[in-house]
């Protein structure tokens, strides 16, 4: 019976093809820029459905295919400065962890109802291995190969729906588990055979409404600051054309109509100063200038150098005292603000590979400020969806996230709303407001429940005066760690093996009931003899 249902559903590879590349791009529609989140469960959904009755090797190439239609769309923001080649590089990376792990969930999806022959098994144990299993491939994508790329998480599609308060319980690899859950949940029950359509239907509904129910996690305030984010609108991309201390000055300009106004300190952003005030004097005066006036400490970005090894770097500054505080930022970007094995990569292509002429060096330094008695978490650009950065500072004692970068070099791009919804589900998740403050934009302040305080317009100067909320609670999530993660992706690892393990040949003999095409292929070869 269950055999029957899987060819029922199962489509010819011509038509699963075009159904997963489909896929691929409804996906990406769920994410900023359209935002459409309700797309990405239905992404992954159809993803599935394209790989039913497909073996390991089918289901590697429709894998591959949803993945490059997914990630050629998603980072296409690449192609602006750089061209095609490190888009096309990075998109078919990770179209192959795409492509291997649908391979494996396909192999789940064929194998897993005779592994798990009840009703329960059938729809309830094969979604959770399917969902671990997807959980399991973001995860190593996200931290290899290079520090890897935690970037199109199906969890970062869900910023502004009724989902994002599920952060805060289960953090960003378990929201993206119960997506692909529910997404698993919706495709065995169209498989299902042994029970009722309107049952069927009342366990989705009921699925979607125990996620729904689910109470934001409640954030105890702390007490409250009052900051100024600066955005001096500074052209400071790659390729773009600027006299030295233009960056400086455009963030200056900014900053000194604030002089005068009741704030606890000013963060700039990430290459805020293109000055080191560790180096030059007349950047520290002016940096002295401005603390002094504005009475508090200012918080910027720019690129230091100690020794032969430079450094994108946060300072807090103070007025006669300089930097009291350095963080360096620990996950520089491979590829783009370092060259990981130059010497191998070099051939491929030079003219790009020469473009980083300066590898930043990785720092080891903590990633809290202490700014007057508030303490503050440091996220240098990607820092922001680096799991376990967030972690530490957390662990750390941070009352807020300052959460700086540098967009320029994407334009009008979707690269700065992709950001700003990681750093939206990073405020959720931490119980912590985020202060999410750019060169050129998109930057906002997200209050702990994700809603947007305030916000500025892109390419436009201007500075975000508010007082917000500080929070010490420890949501689930941080309280967990990375335990959810390591447990739904060992729980898809450990169901994929025995899903491996019925499929093999080698068991019939060791009295494991082998699939049901072996069995007819035997009975198959006994009447032609």
Known sequence: ??????RRLALPLQASIPLAATAGAILDAGFPDRSWWILAPVGVTLMFVALLGRGPWAGLLVGMVAGSSFWMIHISWLTLYLGPVPWLALAGLE???????????????????????????????????????WTAREAISAVWPYGGFA????????????????????????????????????????????VDAPVRAGIAVGA??????????PVIQSGTTRLAAVQGASDAGLFAQYSPGQILADHTSATLPLIGQKVDFVVW???????????????????????????????????????????????????????????????????AEYMPDRAFWRPFAPELIDLISRDYAIGTRDNVFDINGIIAGIAICFDIADDQLVHEMIDDKAQIILAQTNNADFGHTDESVQQLAIARLRAIEAGRTVVNISTVGTSAIIGPDGRTIDRLPTWTPGAMVQEVPLSTVVTPAMAAGRGVEWLVAGLGL????????????????????????ALRTRRNRVRSR
């Open 1 to 6: 019976m269950i055999q029957g249902t899987e």
């Open 269 to 335: 952003p990430e290459n805020g100063s293109d000055i080191d005030p560790l180096r030059s004097p007349v950047a520290a005066r002016v940096l002295d200038y401005l603390s002094r006036e504005m009475g508090v400490p200012i918080i910027t970005g720019t690129i230091t150098a100690r020794g032969d090894r430079f450094y994108n770097s946060s300072l807090l500054w103070k007025n006669g005292e300089g930097a009291v505080d350095i963080y360096d930022k620990v996950h520089p970007v491979p590829f």
């Open 95 to 133: 179209s192959i962890f795409f492509g291997l792990s649908l391979a494996m969930i396909g192999i789940v999806l064929r194998v897993g109802p005779r592994v798990w022959p009840g009703v329960a098994g059938r729809l309830f144990v094969v979604p959770v291995v399917v969902a671990g299993l």
């Open 208 to 217: 979607i409404a125990v996620l729904l129910v689910i109470p934001a996690f």
């Open 151 to 194: 970037w199109g998480r199906v969890a970062l599609s869900q910023s502004e729906s009724p989902f994002n308060g599920l952060v805060a319980w289960v953090g960003m690899s378990g929201l993206s588990f119960l997506l692909v859950w529910l997404s698993a949940l919706v495709v065995q029950l169209l498989r299902e055979v042994d």
């Open 494 to 517: 450990a169901g994929l093996a025995l899903c491996i393990l019925h499929a093999h040949p080698v068991n019939a003999r060791r009295g494991v009931r082998p699939p049901v095409n």
